[in-house]
């Protein structure tokens, strides 16, 4: 019996300790402005229930690393120089896809529009009855050099599918880059249904994309190239110190080569993203840090949609599973297409 007043004591610190936790809880997600107010639903909504760590054992302690601040980091006060505003003037497109490229890269985006980027404009994929809306968006910052902003405009004159934003355009800003492709999205674009991020060495059979994003649930999902736990590189350009990222390994996100969302939870990653750090490592941030927000979930390509080591081959793309292959130059997109032109090539 002498024990019971201590069981009772420790039974009382318990809960005031749990009072105490809820109420700091709840001031540091007050005040927030209006046009946060999507991006903290999550936080707030009381029918909100606890769901299992999602990601590598070793982030559990430091969950408070995903949760945003109260106040913005980084400006996203950018003005389109090129607005892109005719790109979705007529229709409303089943998806955007916006495609990060480099001024220089002409050739590149010659191929990408004669190519598996041309159903933005025919409507058409070889072979096949195609009917989603698609827009192709390149997005481009300013060069320091402008005899290569004047390529990107007199592009943009021609085609109609570029945008670019009034910030510094640098390997260090790719996710500025794509958070203003959301942005532009939201004003110019805004009933799409899904957006995606690329690379312009990236060919992607669009066909097969549509018919993997139509059999699985995008709710609060990213589909792409998936990745559970990747360690922190130890050198080259995408090493960080530890000021930048003090944890051992990134959260569960996809590869920057491609990732498919949709419109609505691209805008809930743009409106929460500027209150956190600054993020260099555009697909870490994007799909990994900023959709720990949200507790989304990532819905992988299988190893026969996408080899991680290796370039698939026309056949591949044609005949196979493959959705997506990486590190085609110009010269391969045509080849791949003519394969698409001509199937007795693979037969």
């Given at each position: 019996?002498r024990?019971?007043p201590?069981?009772?004591a420790?039974v009382l ?9 809820h ?24 029918t909100?229930?606890i ?5 590598h ?24 120089s ?11 497109p089943?998806?955007?896809?916006f ?13 990408i ?12 994929w070889?072979?096949?009855t ?6 192709i ?11 290569l ?6 592009e ?7 945008v670019?934003?009034d910030?510094v ?15 532009w ?6 009933k799409?249904?899904f957006?995606m ?37 130890p ?5 960080l ?8 390994f ?8 491609m990732?498919?969302m ?6 809930k ?11 260099r490592?555009e697909?870490?941030?994007?799909t990994?840090?900023l ?19 290796k ?32 199937k007795?090539?693979?037969s």
């Amino acid at each position: 019996m002498r024990f019971r007043p201590r069981l009772l004591a420790l039974v009382l610190l318990s809960v005031t300790a749990v009072i105490f936790i809820h109420n700091k809880v709840m001031t540091y997600y007050t005040g927030r402005s209006p046009e946060t107010t999507v991006a903290y639903k999550e936080y707030t909504d009381p029918t909100a229930t606890i769901k299992p760590f999602y990601g590598h054992p070793s982030l559990m302690p430091y969950e408070d690393f995903f949760v945003p601040g109260k106040n913005t980091t980084f400006s996203l006060d950018y003005n389109f120089s090129l607005d892109g505003s005719k790109i979705c003037k007529d229709e409303d497109p089943y998806m955007v896809i916006f495609i990060l490229s480099l001024h220089d890269k002409t050739a590149q985006r010659a191929a990408i529009r004669q190519t598996w980027g041309s159903v933005a404009t025919s409507n058409r994929w070889p072979g096949t009855t195609f009917t989603p809306i698609i827009k192709i968006v390149f997005l481009f910052g300013v060069h320091p050099i402008d005899i290569l902003n004047e390529i990107v405009r007199k592009e943009s004159s021609i085609h109609n599918d570029i945008v670019q934003a009034d910030f510094v355009d640098a390997y260090a800003n790719l996710t500025l880059k794509v958070l203003m492709g959301f942005k532009w999205m939201t004003s110019y674009c805004p009933k799409t249904k899904f957006v995606m991020k690329t690379d312009e060495d990236s060919f992607i059979v669009l066909p097969k994309l549509v018919r993997k994003l139509e059999s699985v649930s995008m709710d609060n999902s990213i589909l792409g190239p998936y990745v559970f736990a990747e360690g922190i590189a130890p050198y080259g350009k995408h090493k960080l110190e530890k000021e930048e990222y003090p944890l051992a390994f990134y959260p569960p996100h996809c590869k920057g080569n491609m990732y498919v969302m949709s419109s609505n939870l691209a805008t809930k990653l743009r409106l929460v993203a500027n209150h956190f750090k600054y993020f260099r490592i555009e697909d870490v941030f994007l799909t990994g840090i900023l959709a720990k927000v949200f507790d989304v979930r990532h819905i992988n390509l299988k190893d026969s949609e996408y080899h991680k080591f290796k370039v698939a081959s026309a056949c591949e793309l044609l005949t196979g599973s493959v959705i997506l292959s990486q590190k085609i130059s110009e010269i391969r997109q045509y080849q791949i297409w003519q394969t698409f032109r001509n199937k007795i090539l693979c037969s």
